[in-house]
């Protein structure tokens, strides 16, 4: 039995469909399914059920993945293990940033005062994972975190409207969700934790927000505001101080209104020295933002 018998192995186990697998590896389909008939010729049983379409783990198949991801994660950790304990191990971390990219560069530079030679892989448009993690520390919705991960708890904010100066709203100092139903939204897209969130508030109170804009970039949506084309709902820590003179912030009477923001590192997998250091750096950070934020 070969390494790469295993790594091929459990890319079909989880692709569940032999082209998809052979894409994400590199190497053509009839390789892969030949590597794969290899594999079940000298365990002697049959690892997946076929179809003229896709495949499907059996029962045999299910045991011998689960212990495939303990052995090949072993392995990985071991590699990973060693070259952290040299002289030259590597300062080098993935960081998947799904909220609060707003204050990534300030945290980046915060880090790297005491650490300069840190090398950073940003993931900030990728698409979760639910098997294998790519990164080793991810930055998420509270309500949303990744699967199979250890989490902490790094602030709680209150989600708040963002008006233009001029908005016959803007001398307010609360605003109800039920007074926002005729206004016209500049929001994220669907799929972004803040827009999930800010859609189940309306829902609560009994209408589907009208969004006038939908757009991926934070600065855009603040750049709407200013220009008078709509309201959104912000994060009042993360997003404070960015909106500018020509925006302002209403606190919502719904106490409800708010949202959580956790940090994740997956169970199971050897965190390196330089991951654990931008870990407690990262806490301490949202530390002091929350408390920058207390009266």
Same mark, same amino acid.
């Given at each position: 039995m070969e390494l790469l018998q295993l790594k091929y192995f459990q890319m079909a186990a989880r692709m569940e469909h032999m082209t998809q697998a052979a894409q994400r590896l590199h190497i053509?389909?009839?390789?892969?399914?030949?590597?794969? @008939?290899?594999?079940?010729?000298?365990?002697? #049983?049959?690892?997946?059920?076929?179809?003229?379409?896709?495949?499907?783990?059996?029962?045999? %198949? *299910?045991?011998?993945?689960?212990?495939?991801?303990?052995?090949?994660?072993?392995?990985?950790? %071991?590699? *990973?293990?060693l070259k952290d304990l040299t002289e030259a191990a590597s300062e080098f971390i993935t960081l998947d940033v799904r909220v609060?990219?707003?204050?990534?560069? %300030?945290?980046?530079?915060?880090?790297?005062?005491?650490?300069?030679?840190?090398?950073?892989h940003l993931l900030q448009h990728a698409l979760p994972n639910d098997y294998a993690y790519e990164f080793d520390l991810c930055l998420s919705d509270g309500a949303n975190p990744p699967p199979g991960c250890n989490s902490v708890s790094l602030l709680k904010e209150a989600i708040v409207v963002a008006l233009p100066s001029e908005h016959r709203y803007a001398k307010r100092e609360y605003i109800s969700l039920e007074d926002l139903k005729e206004e016209r939204f500049i929001s994220l897209p669907p +799929?972004?934790?803040?827009?999930?969130?800010?859609?189940?508030?309306?829902?609560?109170?009994?209408?589907?927000?009208?969004?006038?804009?939908?757009?991926?970039?934070?600065?855009? #949506?603040? %750049?709407?505001?200013?220009? +008078?084309? +709509?309201?959104?709902?912000?994060?009042?820590?993360?997003?404070? +101080?960015?909106?500018?003179?020509?925006?302002?912030?209403?606190?919502?009477?719904?106490?409800?209104?708010?949202?959580?923001?956790?940090l994740h590192w997956p169970k199971g997998r050897y965190l390196t020295q330089a991951a654990t250091s931008f870990r407690d750096c990262?806490?301490?950070?949202? @530390?002091?933002? @929350?408390?920058a934020d207390t009266p």
């Amino acid at each position: 039995m070969e390494l790469l018998q295993l790594k091929y192995f459990q890319m079909a186990a989880r692709m569940e469909h032999m082209t998809q697998a052979a894409q994400r590896l590199h190497i053509s389909q009839p390789a892969l399914s030949k590597m794969i @008939a290899s594999l079940e010729s000298e365990l002697g #049983v049959k690892l997946f059920e076929r179809t003229s379409k896709a495949i499907r783990l059996n029962e045999h %198949g *299910r045991h011998f993945l689960s212990k495939v991801d303990i052995a090949l994660q072993a392995l990985e950790d %071991g590699q *990973r293990e060693l070259k952290d304990l040299t002289e030259a191990a590597s300062e080098f971390i993935t960081l998947d940033v799904r909220v609060s990219s707003h204050l990534l560069p %300030g945290l980046l530079a915060e880090y790297r005062k005491e650490k300069p030679d840190t090398q950073f892989h940003l993931l900030q448009h990728a698409l979760p994972n639910d098997y294998a993690y790519e990164f080793d520390l991810c930055l998420s919705d509270g309500a949303n975190p990744p699967p199979g991960c250890n989490s902490v708890s790094l602030l709680k904010e209150a989600i708040v409207v963002a008006l233009p100066s001029e908005h016959r709203y803007a001398k307010r100092e609360y605003i109800s969700l039920e007074d926002l139903k005729e206004e016209r939204f500049i929001s994220l897209p669907p +799929g972004k934790s803040l827009r999930e969130t800010t859609d189940a508030f309306c829902r609560l109170a009994g209408f589907t927000p009208h969004i006038q804009f939908e757009s991926d970039d934070p600065a855009t #949506v603040r %750049g709407l505001i200013r220009a +008078g084309q +709509g309201v959104a709902f912000l994060p009042a820590i993360t997003w404070g +101080g960015s909106t500018g003179a020509d925006v302002v912030t209403i606190p919502l009477k719904e106490g409800y209104c708010e949202r959580s923001i956790s940090l994740h590192w997956p169970k199971g997998r050897y965190l390196t020295q330089a991951a654990t250091s931008f870990r407690d750096c990262t806490i301490q950070y949202f @530390a002091e933002l @929350a408390k920058a934020d207390t009266p």
